[in-house]
């Protein structure tokens, strides 16, 4: 069934568009809230009035979009990732994460709406769209900093790298009884 989708549905389709939708959807949910209307259902002269103030009401909350991502271009979201000793990054910053912050700064954007191809696994600073309607979009700076990691997490890293000591030195030890020298390097030589 086709319908005309008279605001934006996140996964289907932006304000004003034509889309297909199976009859079920459209006659449950998207024509009794008035989120869309059927296409075939009215005359060419109720399609083309409606068509009207839709593209009057697209109009409107562009102009809105605009003023949104003027401010929202200004915003630095500030997130944090632990890190270990060694450098090593625990987590990552998602949609999810940096939705909620820009919430907390009173910008309420949906996850879907920040367009991120990956988490971020890097400290530093970002740069990152978030799609407020369908021609606009705003660019915000996330930053993100380093936490401290958690005395657990240092006590498992010292944990690890003793370990890998005892077992390089255990190894050096069998590599010694059958004959064979290691030089600072790492070489082997074999000692007839």
């Known amino acids: 069934m086709q319908v005309i989708l008279t605001e934006d549905v996140v996964g289907l389709g932006d304000i004003g568009q034509t889309v297909n939708v199976k009859p079920g959807f459209a006659r449950n949910y998207l024509i009794p809230r008035g989120i869309a209307f059927e296409v075939n259902a009215r005359s060419a002269r109720e399609v083309q009035h409606r068509m009207r103030q839709v593209n009057a009401k697209k109009e409107k909350l562009k102009g809105d979009a605009l003023q949104r991502a003027e401010s929202l271009s200004q915003v630095v979201v500030e997130l944090g990732l632990r890190v270990g000793t060694g450098g090593k990054v625990f987590g990552s910053v998602s949609t999810r994460d940096i939705a909620s912050k820009l919430r907390e ?3 309420d954007v949906d996850r879907r709406r920040v367009l991120l191809s990956e988490p971020i696994k890097q400290v530093g600073e970002h740069e990152v769209e978030v799609k407020l309607h369908a021609d606009v979009r705003a660019k915000i700076k996330v930053v993100v900093s380093p ?6 997490e240092e006590e ?6 003793k370990l890998k000591l005892e077992a390089e030195k255990a190894k050096r030890r069998e590599l010694e009884e059958l004959g064979i020298d290691i030089d600072d390097e790492g070489m082997e030589e074999a000692t007839n």
């Open 105 to 107: 700064l009173d910008y």
């Open 147 to 152: 936490l401290a990691s958690s005395k657990e």
């Open 156 to 161: 498992a890293e010292a944990f690890e790298a």
